[in-house]
């Protein structure tokens, strides 16, 4: 049900006196993952649509609503659960943006419910939720990737994936030497 307040407001659009302000049902779409076009209805909205050229203009507040119910409809966390996750993990938004592989003003965005986050991303974060262990993986693999733009594997010098076992060669290789098994007469 939309009630109707009548308004005097110049409409952007068509410059008619005919906007009025709108508080109800917002019926709007989007494009869900597959390309399909899927239906969203937001109730409780308010925002102005202008009775001569059907304009409809949107405040901040109308926007925030319609967008959080669009990250519900496509099974994404809201703005507020990702700031929570970060926070939970005592991380900036630097931090996680770094963390995960994502540029800062990207990762910004995301909280503030201006973009939103893919489905992968979404699902890191989740992960990142229910197991934050996983976070000392997630900077493992930052800094083995860091290390190895840095130059630290160059020279034909493979990461060393388990040292308990080069470990144990060279010890092995050490007694062979002190047996003289390696000396020619």
């Not at 909205?45 to 901040?60: A, F, I, P, R």
């Not at 262990?133 to 290390?147: F, N, Q, W």
């Not at 010098?157 to 098994?181: A, I, M, R, T, W």
Request: glycine fraction near 8%; hydrophobic fraction near 35%; proline fraction near 2%.
């Amino acid at each position: 049900m939309k009630k109707e307040a009548m308004g005097t407001s110049t409409c952007p659009v068509c410059g008619k006196n005919t906007l009025k302000s709108i508080t109800g049902e917002f019926k709007a779409y989007f494009e869900d993952e597959n390309g399909n076009r899927r239906d969203l209805i937001v109730p409780n909205v308010t925002y102005e649509k202008c009775d001569s050229c059907g304009e409809e203009l949107l405040d901040q507040n109308a926007t925030n609503k319609i967008s959080h119910a669009q990250r519900a409809a496509m099974g994404l966390l809201s703005a507020d659960q990702i700031r929570a996750i970060r926070q939970n993990l005592a991380k900036t938004q630097r931090q996680m943006s770094e963390l995960l592989g994502i540029g800062e003003k990207t990762y910004c965005r995301w909280e503030s419910g201006t973009h939103f986050q893919s489905e992968a991303f979404d699902r890191y974060l989740r992960l990142l939720r229910a197991d934050p262990s996983a976070l000392r993986t997630l900077e493992r693999i930052g800094h083995d990737k860091a290390a190895e733009q840095a130059g630290l594997n160059a020279g034909g010098f493979e990461y060393l994936k388990d040292p308990q076992v080069y470990e144990l060669l060279s010890v092995q290789f050490n007694e062979l030497l002190q047996k003289g098994l390696f000396y020619r007469a």
